[in-house]
């Protein structure tokens, strides 16, 4: 009996020590800067421990002082109104913002759509592999990241987006995301206590990116309640124009269906 214990106990030792290296707090932060300006733009430089390094462009804004905005350019590729994020964002007032979610190769988007209080895509009713799992939206009670079977749509949606996979729910990374295909990232974050971020990262796959959003180390003065994928690889963008005038533009690299940006209520 106590060689079964002894055998019990070396095992959870192990299994306790064998997994700790994928959480999120056993990576390493390297360097982080925050601007002065508003919205907050900040870079976080980190390491995991079998020396994977990934690099974090974010902007912090509150969601009392911001709000979403969803920029869709319709289903006609050779027609877009806009010619690139920036492009888009300067013309709609937005002040920082992200390409946005999945479309197909006839560029149709692959799950709900809301701009303006106006549905202009429909809800996809299937996870389509984690790519339509969650949606961000914002309207009534202010920005929400929920799953894709919470949400109910309808006249108080003022903007959304259906994407995904969930990468942070409830203050956990989720499990069982691919840990393959590293490529760069795309996603919105949330200590569901009025902190937002909007993000992108290097090459990282979706399991190392929610690990490093997980991490205490990387991530010290905020506790990521929830965190959505949007639509990254050769899609992903980022746009910032902060209050000094500075502007901070990290071109996508193909044709984008829509946008995530952000303006001042």
């Known amino acids: 009996m106590a060689l079964s214990i002894r055998r019990l106990l ?8 064998g997994s700790g290296a994928s959480k999120g707090e056993e990576w390493k932060l390297l360097e982080d800067s925050r601007s002065e300006e508003t919205p907050v733009q900040i870079r ?11 690099s974090l462009n974010l902007v912090e804004f509150s969601s009392k002082d911001f709000t979403l905005k969803v920029v869709d350019q319709g289903d006609d590729q050779s027609n877009r109104p806009f010619s690139n994020l920036r ?5 709609t007032g937005c002040v920082a913002g992200l390409n946005g979610g999945f479309y197909g190769a ?31 939206w914002s309207g009534v009670g202010g920005i929400h990241i929920v799953r894709r079977l919470d949400f109910k749509g309808g006249s108080g949606v ?24 590293s490529r760069p990232r795309s996603f919105v974050l949330t200590d569901w206590k009025g902190t937002w971020m909007l993000g992108t990262s290097s090459f990282v796959s979706l399991a190392e990116l929610a690990s490093v959003l ?7 003065d905020l506790k990521v309640n929830r965190a959505i994928n949007l639509d990254g690889g050769r899609s992903t963008g980022f ?3 902060q209050s000094d005038g500075k502007v901070t533009y990290r071109a996508e690299m193909s044709p984008v269906r829509n946008f995530l940006g952000i303006t001042r209520k």
Request: net charge positive.
């Open 10 to 17: 070396l095992f959870l030792s192990y299994a306790f020590v």
């Open 44 to 54: 976080k430089d980190a390491v995991s421990p079998d020396g994977k390094k990934v």
């Open 87 to 91: 492009d888009a964002m300067e013309k």
């Open 106 to 136: 006839d560029f149709k988007a692959l799950g709900v759509v809301y701009q303006d209080g106006k549905k202009i895509a429909p809800y996809v009713n299937s996870n389509r592999n984690g790519l339509a799992s969650g949606v961000i």
């Open 158 to 181: 003022e903007q959304a987006i259906q994407t995904g996979p969930m990468l942070i729910s409830n203050s956990v990374a989720v499990k069982g995301l691919s840990d393959s295909k």
């Open 214 to 220: 997980d991490s205490a180390a990387v991530f010290k």
């Open 239 to 241: 746009y910032l124009k």
